[in-house]
């Protein structure tokens, strides 16, 4: 499953994914922290991925 991380959520998050062997990545990583959800949601799409997020 590929997954994509919303930046509201914590490193632990990840950590976990990781030791699972999911194929994630953070949207913080990727430059797209802080841009309308649009846009966010198109580059999940284009890559395939689910999107796990968390509203503060």
Known sequence: MLIKL???LSIAH???LRDED???DLV???GLSG???EVV???VCAE???FYYSRP
Do not use: I, L, P
């Open 14 to 16: 990840a950590n976990f």
């Open 6 to 8: 919303d930046g509201n």
């Open 22 to 24: 999911y194929d994630h």
């Open 28 to 30: 913080t990583d990727e």
């Open 41 to 43: 949601w198109q580059q």
């Open 48 to 50: 395939g991925r689910f």
């Open 35 to 37: 841009k309308d959800d």
